[in-house]
Nanobody
Framework: QVQLVESGGGLVQPGGSLRLSCTAS????????MGWYRQAPGKERELVAT???????NYADSVKGRFTISRDNAKKTVYLQMNSLKPEDTAVYYC?????????WGKGTLVTVSS
């Protein structure tokens, strides 16, 4: 069983920054592939970024150069640093991992980009 808890969402003006955190309750975190996804109102959930246990990263084209995913294995936490935020980044952001063939999702944290 894996539990994921996101935090760090909120209201930010266009051009601003936020850092999201996702902490996992799992015995072995360092080997897990971790991902951030988002779902905007009326749209399907989409991949934002992933990071392997070794630190290799992958980003959606829409966030490349603006968002950075990172992890602290000692704290069992993955981060999403979001800079130069745009109104179209408004969404609920979810943390996800897979273990033993099962997908685990957090409950999400809302990011609203608006002036």
């Amino acid at each position: 069983q894996v539990q994921l808890v996101e935090s760090g969402g909120g209201l930010v003006q266009p051009g601003g920054s936020l850092r999201l955190s996702c902490t996992a309750s799992v015995r072995i975190f360092s080997s897990l592939l971790m991902g951030w996804y988002r779902q905007a109102p009326g749209k399907e959930r989409e991949l934002v970024a992933t990071i392997t246990g070794g630190g290799s990263t992958n980003y959606a084209d829409s966030v490349k150069g603006r968002f950075t995913i990172s992890r602290d294995n000692a704290k069992k936490t993955v981060y999403l640093q979001m800079n130069s935020l745009k109104p179209e980044d408004t969404a609920v952001y979810y943390c996800k991992t897979s273990a033993w063939g099962v997908e685990y999702w957090g409950k999400g944290t809302l990011v609203t980009v608006s002036s």
